[in-house]
């Protein structure tokens, strides 16, 4: 299984998609650009990657 990332990154927001390689949406949501929602996105990676 792999995991695809998506991010659209703007001075305000980071648009985060997670996709599976058969394009099923894992995760999805807009979260703030700064050092909170960096984490938010790398914690994500880090749990999907343990499942």
């Known amino acids: 299984m792999k995991l695809f990332v998506g991010l659209d990154v703007s001075s305000q927001k980071l648009d985060t998609c997670f996709l599976l390689d058969s394009k099923e ?13 960096a984490s ?11 499942t």
């Not at 949406?25 to 929602?37: A, K, Q, Y």
């Not at 996105?41 to 990657?49: A, D, F, G, R, V």
């Open 25 to 37: 949406i894992l995760f999805e949501r807009s979260l703030s650009n700064d050092l909170i929602g």
């Open 40 to 50: 938010e996105i790398k914690q994500k990676i880090i749990e999907y990657h343990e």
